[in-house]
Nanobody, 123 residues
Framework: QVQLVESGGGLVQAGGSLRLSCAVS????????VGWFRQAPDKEREFVAI????????TYLNSVKGRFTVSRDNAKNTVYLQMNSLKPEDTAVYYC????????????????WGRGTQVTVSS
């Protein structure tokens, strides 16, 4: 069973930065594609970024391009989401998700999920 644990969330002022981490255990992490999603109150969960198992491919939500960077360290079984120039509209619970075969923007295509970490950006 694959387990994912997010960390690094918190309260930050607009324009600030946070780095989220997603620690993965329970299987061969280096073979999994990992995505980041977020869900704000009263909104649907939305795709934020994804990184392929090799780290060679990344895809971003348009509104975070140039501000967020996804990366991974397979030796540490960890995926990171560096978030810069944060805006109040980035406020949400952020989740990481993993799948051994799919590289997808759809949350329906991920087999494993973490419990999320809260990111709050004040104006």
């Amino acid at each position: 069973q694959v387990q994912l644990v997010e960390s690094g969330g918190g309260l930050v002022q607009a324009g600030g930065s946070l780095r989220l981490s997603c620690a993965v255990s329970g299987d061969t992490f280096s073979t999994y594609n990992v995505g980041w999603f977020r869900q704000a109150p009263d909104k649907e969960r939305e795709f934020v970024a994804i990184i392929s198992w090799s780290g060679e491919s990344t895809t971003y939500l348009n509104s975070v391009k140039g501000r967020f960077t996804v990366s991974r360290d397979n030796a540490k079984n960890t995926v990171y989401l560096q978030m810069n120039s944060l805006k109040p509209e980035d406020t949400a619970v952020y989740y990481c998700a993993a799948d051994p075969s799919r590289y997808s923007r759809s949350s329906k295509n991920y087999a494993y999920w973490g419990r999320g970490t809260q990111v709050t950006v004040s104006s």
